[in-house]
């Protein structure tokens, strides 16, 4: 009976796995018994559950146990510390000089060290799947698509893998798809239920489809703010794959979506014509077959956006690659009802597999031609560079290494080839100096991906007016690098190595009266927290001044530290330890000065240094509150000044003390408070408090009267005698006026504490949204303000550009012994906004002591 049982239990398996093997895979496929597939090894139907991220992982790491044509590799590890992992694919031979393949297909992207002859050469092919965690389908497709590979006995997978080497990420945000995974198991009925109100289908607050810290993934190829993000990229350059896809989910009632995308105005002038002309629609007639094989409905060229170059299926067309995209139509969970019939997971994973292994055919029969692109594509860059009337861009900010770091930092992520300059550079209306300013050739390998970093584009130079997300990109304005064009190239130190990347502030010498730091360095914001938090008594300065340092003068501007040796509690060599650890965890220079009076300016002792204060901050959270801004708060403070935040949940704000907090912060959300709770919060800040708000949440302290500032509105003509037009052009019409991520121009008051640190009075802001804020009646409370000809980046509606135009960005807006600090814009935006953090940081840890002038 024992045996009995067990051979029906084996017969049962095998049934299970020919069903679904039928299901998932071209028909008479036959498969290797040794190779497990994935629902033997979880032991449940795929699609009948969704699969943990871990298991993903365990059944990636059995298939290179029992396959020679497989090796697995951890790329790196996420901040919940889930393994980032990729499994290869090719043939036995190929593996045993992986090594060699890779540095040979590297000289793809080395002109005059390209092969002459690439007839042996392996394409290389990245399926990246679940970018967003809760578009589930890719990562159990990315499962099927390893066992097809691995154990699929027909001669065409046999020469897919010793033409090809393909690597398989199965899941680009682990912990995204966890949090999604463990949502959608816990609520699955027997049978499912596919009612789209079911709780199976509505996550909560804030969903799957970001990582730990609630940031959209597929944004960051080009900023790479996140850990995610900055392994991806670092495994991507060391194979330049020639074909890279990007799995997601769309709309439950849509089909299914493969590239090419709308032609021109969706795509990026930088990439060559063959990628968008020739080789996508090559790949679109395979998925177009494969598509039509099983009857799935699909469409191509209405939607997405090939443009912003920070996308998985984008950023691989800047590295001489072709990168897909692809949508399904989401189940959001394990079958849900459609405007026809239900749809399940178990269909949606098959469409994304079919497209798989359709990419991966579409690769090999055009294996030369995409190597012959890839060889190209960094051998014309060269020429494009050439043809340009500018030899690079130099670049830097000498008041703030910190800055200067991160973003090299960046650029070498990129493999963007940047040097020191080796003498002063005259521009156009300044001079460059070696040591805080830096050269980046535009005759390089990365040329297009260089010209888009630091390139900004207005309306004549972008081809369209609708936009899937942002029209501006220009990364060197977020860290406010002011970059300028040379036309000329200077002469050149040395290439920028690790060891610039490294900060070196210079050892702290024991003070006798007072230590002294600048505000001005990105990084002073995390040494202030730092002795805040050791309850070191910190001043800053409302006037600059000249103090010997060293024997020598040196000038410190608005907003610099002061911590004085007597005025603590604790004695002179437990406070010099601390200023050592404070400069040694913050790359920042601390000074040390003997005496209060200075050379020039207001004294150590003046009544123009004020006390800093702790910041207890609380911030609101959950439905209806933007998780994306959220985030992006928490990531800023968590990762580069490690001050702890409480995020607070909505539902929850009339259960706390708000006075065990003296800061406030409401981001974009659709706050829907009762009289009785706004007047709570006015009379919290009307007792000194600080609330700050940001896009929306100034939106809402506007119209609910907590604060007397004004909305700008376009003029009534426009408002009040519409121009008829048709329906069909709806879209175009209306989504051009949408401000969907431009980058405009604006001037910010260095003499406030809120624009304290900085040392121009120019400034980069980025706005995506539609709120007109008038400057303050105050005239000293505008903060920052928008100048009369702002745009500098992206595409702006004729329309909204006088709504722009001289209006506010940043104000502050006096209640009782408080005040309300209004940012009408993100200064935080997707983590790599460095240009504005400062204001952030200022309304932070500088915001108690602004007092509105009457």
């Not at 940047?418 to 390998?445: A, C």
């Amino acid at each position: 009976m024992k045996y009995l049982l067990t051979l029906i239990f084996v017969l049962s398996g095998i049934q299970l796995t020919f069903c679904q093997n039928a299901y998932f895979f071209p028909s008479g496929a036959t498969f290797d018994p040794a190779i497990p597939s994935p629902e033997q090894f979880l032991g449940y139907p795929i699609g009948e559950w969704h699969t943990r991220h871990d298991r993903i992982v365990a059944y990636f790491e059995k298939l290179a146990e029992v396959s020679q044509k497989a090796e697995f590799q951890t790329i790196g590890f996420t901040n919940e510390r889930r393994p980032q992992v990729v499994l290869t694919i090719s043939d036995p031979a190929n593996l045993a000089k992986l090594e060699a393949i890779r540095t040979e297909h590297l000289k793809l992207a080395t002109p005059g060290a390209s092969p002459n002859t690439l007839n042996d050469m392996p394409v290389v092919i990245l399926l990246g799947y679940g970018v967003h965690g809760n578009e589930a389908s890719s990562a159990e497709a990315a499962m099927l698509t390893a066992y097809y590979l691995l154990a699929s006995q027909s001669p065409e997978t046999q020469d897919f893998l010793k033409n090809a080497v393909i690597h398989i990420d199965p899941v680009y945000n682990p912990d995204g798809r966890d949090r999604h995974t463990w949502w959608v198991n816990i609520h699955k009925g027997t049978p499912p239920v596919a009612d789209p109100l079911d709780r199976e289908h509505n996550e909560v607050w804030p969903g799957g489809r970001t990582n730990h810290y609630w940031f959209d993934l597929n944004r960051d190829w080009l900023p790479l703010s996140q850990v995610e993000s900055q392994n991806r990229v670092a495994f991507y350059h060391q194979w330049l794959p020639n074909v890279a896809t990007d799995y997601h989910e769309m709309g439950t009632n849509a089909t299914y979506f493969f590239e090419p995308t709308k032609p021109f105005g969706s795509e990026n002038t930088l990439v060559p014509r063959r990628n968008y002309d020739e080789l996508n629609r090559i790949f679109a007639a395979h998925f177009e077959k494969a598509l039509n094989d099983i009857g799935s409905l699909y469409y191509t060229r209405e939607s997405f956006d090939n443009s912003y170059p920070g996308y998985g299926s984008t950023y691989p067309d800047m590295q001489g690659g072709l990168g897909l995209l692809f949508e399904q139509a989401s189940s959001r969970g394990h079958r849900q009802e459609t405007t026809t019939e239900d749809i399940t997971f178990a269909f949606t994973i098959r469409n994304q597999v079919r497209t798989s292994i359709a990419t991966v055919r579409a690769a090999l029969e055009n294996r030369e031609l995409l190597l012959d692109y890839q060889r190209s594509f960094f051998q014309t860059a060269l020429s494009d560079a050439r043809g340009r009337k500018s030899a690079g861009w130099v670049f830097g900010s000498p008041d703030d290494a910190s800055r200067n770091r991160a973003f090299l930092r960046l650029l070498k992520q990129h493999r963007i080839e940047v040097f020191h300059l080796k003498n002063q550079v005259r521009g156009l209306e300044k001079t460059y100096q070696p040591g805080g300013h830096f050269f980046v050739p535009s005759v390089q390998p990365q040329f297009r991906l260089a010209s888009s970093i630091f390139d900004p584009k207005t309306n004549r130079e972008i081809p369209d007016s609708v936009f899937y997300d942002a029209s501006a990109w220009a990364v060197a304005l977020a860290y406010d690098m002011k970059p300028e064009r040379l036309v000329s190239a200077p002469a050149l130190g040395v290439a920028i190595s690790e060891s610039d990347l490294m900060a070196a502030p210079g050892p702290v010498e024991k003070a006798g009266y007072a230590y002294l730091f600048d505000w001005n360095d990105y990084n002073a914001a995390k040494a202030l927290n730092f002795l805040l938090e050791k309850e070191v008594n910190v001043k800053t300065a409302f006037k600059p001044f000249t103090a010997t340092v060293g024997g020598a003068k040196k000038s410190f501007g608005y907003g610099s530290m002061l911590v004085a040796v007597a005025d603590q509690k604790i004695a002179s060599d437990a406070l010099f330890n601390l200023m050592k650890q404070a400069s040694a965890m913050s790359g920042i220079a601390v000074h040390s000065v003997a005496t209060g009076l200075v050379a020039e300016g207001i004294d150590l002792g003046s009544p123009n240094f004020q006390t800093v204060k702790k910041p207890k901050v609380a911030m609101l959270i959950g439905e209806g509150i933007s998780s994306y801004e959220a985030g992006e708060v928490w990531h800023l403070l968590d990762s580069r000044v490690g001050m702890p935040i409480t995020k607070v949940d909505e539902v929850d704000f009339d259960k706390i003390n708000l006075y065990d907090f003296n800061t406030l912060l409401l981001v974009t959300g659709g706050y829907k408070f009762d009289e009785k709770t706004t007047a709570k919060i006015k009379d919290w800040i009307a007792a000194g408090n600080t609330l700050i708000t940001t896009r929306a949440g100034t939106l809402w302290a506007i119209r609910s009267k907590l604060v007397s500032e004004t909305l700008r509105t376009p003029p009534k003509d426009t408002l009040n005698s519409p121009k008829r037009q048709d329906f069909g052009e709806a879209r175009e019409i209306l989504g051009s006026k949408r401000i969907g991520g431009v980058v405009f121009q604006a001037d910010v008051d260095i003499t406030h504490p809120l624009g304290f640190g900085y040392t121009d009075r120019q400034m980069n802001v980025y706005r995506n949204h539609e709120i007109f804020v008038e400057p303050s009646r105050n005239p000293f409370s505008t903060v920052v303000q928008y100048s009369a000809e702002p745009q500098i980046d992206g595409y702006v509606h004729p329309d909204n550009l006088p709504l722009v135009k001289n209006s506010a960005s940043l104000l502050v807006s006096k209640t009782g012994r408080g005040r309300a600090i209004l940012f009408v814009d993100n200064p935080n935006f997707r983590g790599f906004w460095y240009g504005t953090n400062r204001l952030f940081f200022n309304a932070l840890y500088l915001g108690s002591l602004v007092s509105v002038p009457d």
